[in-house]
């Protein structure tokens, strides 16, 4: 079940990007679930991992190989390659090996990216007989058929896709994500694929995205668990007219904003796909002492299975955001000054519950499919969001049956 408007856009192609896909039958038959991406000679590519100390395989590998202009990424979905150790290392490098014989390219230009069931040695063979499929389907406008190879526990393709102008002259940004569950970041069992055709140095490429995964993929969860496989990969082929983005320049600002977009918008989708999700809840902390506080705040509401689980039964049971509020280890909180409010109805003041508030009003808010809860801590002047979703039956069900 999807929270809201989910409908996969129309995705612009990339000048330099190709992809194809295909079905090795890691764990289902039903779908592809091989993908391969590639980049023409020349691109630069970014990336940002989990920070999860049990992290995959592919992982280490991703991270190594990006030291090498890569020119290729591999994704399956089905298997996590994750909890293998010395046999995932080599599982994960010789699927490099056999996208490099595939493509007559070189093993350490290939990123391999892997997500599903962990512990579980990765089907090689599997991997390799697919590959030449996947290859000879290599094509720009393929992004719908990655983003449905990707999925795993996912209930639809996620993608995005927009034009900026700088200079008089378009440049493109399209990716895809997926994850539904473990998602808690830094960064969370989700896997992010953006593209762009803007000239940028490497250097500075990165610097977007780790800024722009710490503002969206880093302000998502679902369920608190960090997984071991997240990555966020942004290409950037340089094949725009526009000139080159330099640092602190006015098309740097608007590239950033843009890089930014398409990344929350990315991060957005995966939790209107959480796991039996049936709300979609945006936490702001206003007023905080620094960015720092109003995430820990943010993430203790959002964390809290007690609020999760009355924003599901639809229940404005507001004692529970501020007892989540109240242990968020904010010290010197002055009670009295905290506001908190459940869209525009004020629900606690002056350290106690507000006089205006009514259960009516209250019940009005959660009787909606998606909610904004405010809190005001009057400490500063920091801002920041954070998404999540309600915990349903769903939830439990889909994951107690996740094996099987």
Same mark, same amino acid.
């Given at each position: 079940?999807?929270?809201?408007?989910?409908?996969?856009?129309?995705?612009?192609?990339?000048?330099?990007?190709?992809?194809?896909?295909?079905?090795?039958?890691?764990?289902?038959?039903?779908?592809?679930?091989?993908?391969?991406?590639?980049?023409?000679?020349?691109?630069?590519?970014?990336?940002? $991992?989990?920070?999860?100390?049990?992290?995959?395989?592919?992982?280490?590998?991703?991270?190594?190989?990006?030291?090498?202009?890569?020119?290729?990424?591999?994704?399956?979905?089905?298997?996590?390659?994750?909890?293998?150790?010395?046999?995932?290392?080599?599982?994960?490098?010789?699927?490099?090996?056999?996208?490099?014989?595939?493509?007559?390219?070189?093993?350490?230009?290939?990123?391999? $990216?892997?997500?599903?069931?962990?512990? *579980?040695?990765?089907?090689?063979?599997?991997? *390799?007989?697919?590959?030449?499929?996947?290859?000879?389907?290599?094509?720009?406008?393929?992004?719908?058929?990655?983003?449905?190879?990707?999925?795993?526990?996912?209930?639809?393709?996620?993608?995005?896709?927009?034009?900026?102008?700088?200079?008089?002259?378009?440049? &493109?940004?399209?990716?895809?994500?997926?994850?539904?569950?473990?998602?808690?970041?830094?960064?969370?069992?989700?896997?992010?694929?953006?593209?762009?055709?803007?000239?940028?140095?490497?250097?500075?490429?990165?610097?977007?995205?780790?800024?722009?995964?710490?503002?969206?993929?880093?302000?998502?969860?679902?369920?608190?668990?960090?997984?071991?496989?997240?990555?966020?990969?942004?290409?950037?082929?340089?094949?725009?007219?526009?000139? *080159?983005?330099?640092?602190?320049?006015?098309?740097?600002?608007?590239?950033?904003?843009?890089?930014?977009?398409?990344?929350?918008?990315?991060?957005?989708?995966?939790?209107?796909?959480?796991?039996?999700? &049936?709300?979609?809840?945006?936490?702001?902390?206003?007023?905080?002492?620094?960015?720092?506080?109003?995430?820990?705040?943010?993430?203790?509401?959002?964390?809290?299975?007690?609020?999760?689980?009355?924003? $599901?039964?639809?229940?404005?049971?507001?004692?529970?955001?501020?007892?989540?509020?109240?242990?968020?280890?904010?010290?010197?909180?002055?009670?009295?000054?905290? *506001?908190?409010?459940?869209?525009?109805?004020?629900?606690?003041?002056?350290?106690?519950?507000?006089?205006?508030?009514?259960?009516?009003?209250?019940?009005?808010?959660?009787?909606?499919?998606?909610?904004?809860?405010?809190?005001?801590?009057?400490?500063?002047?920091?801002?920041?969001?954070?998404?999540?979703?309600?915990?349903?039956?769903?939830?439990?069900?889909?994951?107690?049956?996740?094996?099987?």
């Amino acid at each position: 079940m999807a929270v809201g408007n989910v409908e996969f856009p129309k995705m612009k192609p990339i000048a330099g990007i190709k992809l194809g896909t295909s079905n090795a039958g890691i764990k289902q038959t039903e779908r592809d679930d091989i993908l391969v991406v590639e980049m023409v000679e020349g691109a630069v590519c970014a990336g940002v $991992f989990t920070q999860n100390a049990f992290c995959a395989a592919p992982v280490h590998v991703a991270k190594e190989n990006l030291k090498h202009s890569p020119r290729w990424l591999l994704i399956n979905s089905g298997n996590a390659n994750a909890g293998t150790g010395k046999q995932g290392m080599l599982d994960a490098k010789a699927s490099c090996s056999y996208v490099a014989s595939a493509v007559m390219g070189d093993a350490d230009k290939v990123l391999p $990216f892997s997500t599903g069931i962990i512990g *579980e040695n990765l089907p090689v063979e599997k991997i *390799e007989k697919a590959l030449p499929e996947a290859v000879s389907n290599l094509q720009q406008d393929n992004w719908m058929q990655a983003a449905n190879a990707i999925m795993t526990t996912d209930t639809f393709a996620k993608g995005a896709s927009i034009t900026i102008e700088l200079g008089g002259c378009p440049v &493109t940004l399209t990716g895809i994500s997926k994850g539904a569950g473990m998602i808690q970041p830094n960064m969370a069992t989700m896997l992010g694929f953006v593209a762009t055709d803007a000239k940028i140095s490497q250097s500075l490429l990165q610097k977007c995205l780790s800024l722009a995964a710490e503002q969206s993929f880093n302000r998502i969860t679902v369920d608190g668990d960090t997984s071991t496989n997240d990555a966020c990969i942004l290409m950037a082929t340089g094949c725009s007219m526009a000139a *080159e983005i330099t640092e602190g320049s006015v098309h740097y600002h608007v590239f950033l904003k843009g890089v930014m977009d398409i990344c929350k918008r990315l991060a957005e989708l995966i939790v209107r796909d959480g796991e039996g999700a &049936t709300k979609l809840m945006h936490i702001c902390v206003e007023q905080a002492k620094n960015d720092a506080e109003a995430v820990l705040v943010a993430k203790t509401i959002a964390h809290s299975p007690l609020v999760k689980t009355a924003f $599901f039964a639809s229940d404005p049971n507001w004692g529970r955001i501020l007892a989540a509020v109240g242990r968020s280890e904010i010290e010197q909180m002055d009670l009295d000054k905290v *506001e908190i409010y459940l869209d525009d109805v004020c629900i606690v003041q002056k350290g106690g519950r507000a006089e205006s508030y009514t259960e009516e009003r209250g019940q009005q808010v959660m009787n909606k499919e998606e909610i904004l809860i405010r809190v005001v801590l009057a400490r500063g002047s920091a801002m920041q969001e954070v998404l999540t979703c309600d915990l349903s039956y769903d939830y439990v069900k889909i994951n107690a049956e996740y094996r099987t």
